[in-house]
């Protein structure tokens, strides 16, 4: 077989394989060593194929996509400083536990460490962030290799899949003439032969006799709060919200939880704790016995020193892939169980609790800080608290809304309380990151209903490149920037009391019109002057499909008052009520 034909059926043996292993989006850059891949998965059929040029943008366009689509998403670059701007989203996969395959193309081994062009060390170049990488070999048509190449694919796709899901990476060195020959042909010799290799895997699970003790011990009026970080189940909500109800626990539930927004029962899911464990009294009086926690870290900061100040509570942690997510070093028992499976196992074995008193003072407490929120809810003032109380309000039923890192997160774990509506709440919290949120948030758009993005100005500027793929494949998005002209989060840390390096460090003001970036793009642009231009702008984008850039201008130092400001007066209410209770 000719080079051409060998480099061929390689190729059209491994992009079937990926078909048949699920994947149905692969997003693609520009590059030369990358053209004999780029050329037959063009070809196939059942995929669709993404173009963009920014390759760190494609990565966490894909990112979204697999996130919303909860199916592994390939991406492929050329060789060089392509591949490394693949990097921050394969962190954000790793830590967010997403599915990617990542395919670089390379140079073949007589032209590595020999000052050829565009070659770098691509051998394991994320290191321990990926699952799982494999230097593949050259491609030939002889059978085992055929095989191999199927192998090696769907071995990426199940490793990546396989919970904790998370990036692989498969490095394929190409050498030239890189043009694979294109014909009707192309997938006939690479039918699936029969009985080929398919992975199988289960969901982690406990002996009954584990599930009868633990549930032995969360019973007889245990002063027991559940706290729910990020979870994706879709089915979590309704088996935790029950055992809640036998157990007569409070909810957590961290705005990424998926269980302030839903119709599910949400009678025990406090949403408010952001606001009230900054309060001394409410933590004493609150002081729990046993924590029962699933999903990853909470957003919420009070949250997390609450949990850290009680050492003394017996901390379960139930992770479905097997993870460790315990920073506090407190968990007295790692259950490496499926979140939804345990809830429901644990069900078969509790009875009812009669007594309701711990629970109904959270509800208490909750409630205290709802009623303050009337002075967020009044506000006239562009302010970015009130955004966040009103977007439940606003969002269309069924809307994503994607959330940027820095303060919108933290503002929507703050304000953003329990709905009945059906909104499905994302954000990039695998590592944090301020990169690549506006193409996440597109990716997801695609296999999302009416996509929402609220991010602050810096985020925004981050990732403009990102704006490009809705462009060019006509995806509709509703964009929230919420410009306060720097990185507002920094005012409320201890550097902002250095006044005269501040604005040059931290603050960082960008002074432009975004205006000009929204029409690079032939978006629609609005700078909103108050609320009512506000809820008419969000109104209609239920009937537009296009880019839409709704501006919020706010300021940083007006924003840090109001913050301290309410919860300065709602720990006042508290205070108050825990002491009268005590005395
Ligand atoms: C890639 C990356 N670089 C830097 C940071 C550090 N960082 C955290 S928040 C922030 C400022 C973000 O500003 P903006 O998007 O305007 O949001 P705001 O703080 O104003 O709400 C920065 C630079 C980060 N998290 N990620
Ligand atoms: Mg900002």
Redesign the pocket.
């Known amino acids: 077989m000719s080079h051409q034909e060998s480099l061929t059926a390689y190729l059209a043996a491994f992009s079937a394989e990926l078909v048949h292993s699920g994947i149905k989006d692969v997003v693609i850059s520009p590059g030369s060593r990358s053209t004999p891949m780029a050329m037959v998965l063009a070809e196939h059929p059942d995929l669709n194929i993404h173009i963009h040029v920014d390759e760190r943008s494609s990565a966490f366009f894909a990112l979204g996509i697999a996130k919303a689509s909860n199916r592994p998403v390939a991406i492929l670059c050329t060789s060089g400083t392509a591949t490394a701007n693949y990097f ?1 989203a394969i962190i954000e996969a790793k830590y967010s536990r997403v599915p990617l395959i990542v395919l670089t193309a390379d140079r073949p081994h007589e032209l590595r460490e020999v000052g050829a062009p565009q070659a770098i060390d691509q051998i394991e170049l994320y290191g321990k962030h990926v699952k799982w990488f494999a230097e593949m070999a050259l491609p030939e048509a002889n059978k085992d290799i055929i095989r191999y190449a199927r192998t090696f694919c769907a071995r990426a796709a199940a490793i990546a899949s396989q919970a904790p899901a998370g990036p692989v990476h498969l490095n394929f060195p190409f050498r030239e003439p890189l043009i694979p020959k294109i014909d009707a042909t192309l997938f006939e010799l690479s039918e699936r032969p029969k009985g080929y290799v398919k992975a199988h895997s289960g969901e982690l699970t406990l002996t009954d006799a584990d599930f009868k003790t633990i549930a032995d011990n969360l019973q007889g009026s245990r002063k027991g709060i559940i706290v729910c970080g990020t979870i994706a189940d879709g089915e979590f909500a309704d088996a935790v919200t029950r055992l809640a109800d036998v157990l007569k626990f409070p909810i957590l539930a961290d705005p990424l939880s998926q269980l302030r927004s839903g119709k599910h029962n949400q009678e025990h899911i406090i949403d408010t704790y952001d606001t009230f464990l900054r309060n001394a009294d409410a933590k004493s009086f609150l002081k729990p016995d046993v924590i029962l926690r699933f999903g990853a870290m909470p957003v919420s900061k009070a949250l997390t020193i609450f949990i850290k100040e009680n050492p003394d509570a017996e901390q379960y942690v139930v992770d479905g892939a097997s993870g460790w997510r315990d920073p506090a070093l407190l968990s007295t028992d790692m259950i490496f169980c499926n979140e939804t499976l345990f809830c429901e196992k644990l069900l078969g074995y509790a009875k009812a609790e009669d007594t309701a008193e711990y629970l109904l003072k959270w509800k208490q407490i909750n409630q205290l800080a709802k009623n303050g929120m009337a002075q967020i809810r009044d506000k006239t003032d562009m302010s970015e608290a009130k955004l966040f109380y009103q977007l439940a309000e606003m969002l269309p039923e069924e809307a994503t809304l994607f959330v ?5 997160i933290r503002d929507l774990d703050s304000f953003f309380l329990n709905n009945q509506k059906s909104i499905k709440v994302l954000a990039n919290r695998g590592a ?4 690549g949120t506006i193409s996440t948030a597109i990716g997801a758009a695609l296999y999302s209903k009416k996509m929402y993005l609220v ?6 500027f ?1 990732d403009l490149t990102g704006l490009y793929i809705a462009k060019r494949y006509g995806i509709d998005i509703n964009i929230i920037l ?1 410009n ?1 002209n ?5 005012s409320f840390l201890p550097q902002s009391e250095h006044s005269e390096q501040f604005e040059l460090l931290f603050g960082t003001p960008l002074d432009i019109d975004f205006s000009h970036a929204v029409k690079m793009v032939d978006g629609h642009y609005a700078r909103i002057s108050d609320w009512n231009h506000f809820s008419s702008e969000i109104d209609q984008t239920r009937y537009s499909s296009e880019i839409k850039v709704m501006e919020v201008v706010t300021n ?1 130092e007006k924003n840090l008052a109001e913050h301290r400001e309410f919860w300065n007066s709602v720990s006042q209410e508290i205070s108050k009520f825990v002491n009268g209770e005590r005395s």
């Open positions: 921050p940027g890192n820095s303060m919108p944090n990151g301020i990169d991010l602050g100005d810096l985020t925004f981050h919420i306060n720097g990185g507002g989060i920094f940083r």
